[in-house]
């Protein structure tokens, strides 16, 4: 009846992708940190998550439990990996809404 609806193992493993991605390439130490370098961390972290996020909505058209799902993981993810709670919100809101962007403009209604 529900098929997929329930099948969060994509967006699983991108919020494993994701929250590996950001410990590799900004530690959590390092999140205030103001020098080029940083910034420069930063650019090449934005540009890994959409890069993954199109592939994500390229293969497969998320639901509303999916994108909720991703949200919670990327959260959970983030704290468990040492980052801040408002940082962890922050950046897992911010993950879900380029993902939903991207599956809009990937999956036209």
């Known amino acids: 009846m529900f098929g997929n609806f329930f099948n969060t193992s994509q967006v699983d493993a991108f919020a494993i992708l994701v929250v590996r991605e950001l410990v590799k390439g900004l530690a959590p130490q390092q999140l205030d ?6 910034e420069r961390a930063r650019t090449r972290i934005d540009d890994k998550i ?3 996020a199109l592939l ?14 991703l949200g919670s993981r990327l959260q959970d993810g ?14 897992a809101y ?3 809404r380029l993902v939903a962007l991207a ?3 990937t999956h036209p209604r």
Do not use: C, M
Not at 62 to 69: D, F, G, M, S, V
Not at 78 to 91: I, N, R, V, W
């Open 33 to 38: 940190a103001q020098s080029r370098q940083a």
């Open 50 to 52: 959409r890069s993954h």
């Open 56 to 69: 994500l909505v390229g293969k497969h058209r998320l639901n509303i439990y999916q994108k909720a799902k």
């Open 78 to 91: 983030l704290l468990d990996a040492g980052y801040p709670e408002t940082f962890s919100k922050s950046f």
């Open 94 to 96: 911010d993950v879900v």
């Open 103 to 105: 599956s809009t403009q």
